[in-house]
């Protein structure tokens, strides 16, 4: 079975910028969630996507948004890029029904704003 | 708030000397903790989950234990190829919402 799997692997964009990054969850699995991982803050949840409707949400500002279709891939959108934006974004993907909790992590999306 | 701790911070051990590393936790209805294996530039790799106090469970060289308040990873005569940030997460509540401990970097010399 294939993994998760994230699309681009590295961004560099400038500040004030949009950025769009890309998920494509395990077949089958119906919950997609997205973390960003920096070295001061290590992994914080951004969003939790499940049947196209965003589940859950962390405490991030609304330039971080998401999006789910109907094949359970998901994006994420960050508009307005800001220098402490830069990390690596992770998608998890999970079955997303009760009795099924492990989250299942692509390689990520490495993002540098400069 | 959940919140999750883990110690050390860094742990660097000889091949075949054998530690533990800690995950310590407080949460409102744990629905589960997750250990979790991360090299560097990849994503973090699904170790173990356990779901209530007492349960323990094994992979090659890794135990995993849980109590009411803490989860321990033993490592057992650890080889360098087990050198890795481990990270302890707790999942709580009815979704799917990770909140995850700063992780341990290990270090396994030859």
């Known amino acids: 079975k294939a993994g998760v799997t994230q699309t681009p692997r590295y961004l560099i964009k400038t500040r004030g910028q949009q950025v769009t990054l890309s998920c494509s969850p395990i077949s089958g699995h119906r919950s997609v969630s997205w973390y960003q991982q920096t070295p001061g803050q290590g992994l914080q949840f951004l969003f939790e996507y499940f049947s196209e409707t965003q589940r859950n949400k962390g405490n991030f500002p609304g330039r971080f948004s998401g999006r789910q279709f109907s094949n359970s891939r998901s994006e994420m959108n960050v508009s307005t890029l800001e220098l402490g934006d830069s990390a690596l974004y992770l998608c998890?993907?999970?079955?997303?029904?009760?009795?099924?909790?492990?989250?299942?992590f692509g390689p990520g999306t490495r993002l540098t704003v400069l | 708030e959940d919140q999750v701790t883990q110690s050390p911070e860094a742990l660097r051990l000889q091949e075949g000397e054998s530690s533990s590393l800690n995950c310590s936790y407080t949460?409102?209805?744990?629905?589960?903790l997750f250990w979790y294996r991360q090299d560097p530039g990849k994503g973090p790799e699904f170790l173990f989950t356990?779901?209530?106090a007492g349960e323990e469970k094994e992979k090659e060289r890794l135990k995993a234990t849980l109590t009411k308040k803490e989860s321990f990873l033993h490592i057992t005569a650890p080889k360098p190829e087990d050198s890795a940030t481990y990270l302890c997460a707790v999942g709580t509540g009815a979704n799917s919402k990770l909140t995850f401990g700063k992780g341990i970097t290990l270090s396994v010399r030859p």
């Open positions: 998890a993907s999970s079955p997303g029904v009760a009795g099924s909790n492990e989250q299942f």
């Open positions: 949460v409102s209805g744990l629905r589960g």
């Open positions: 356990l779901y209530s």
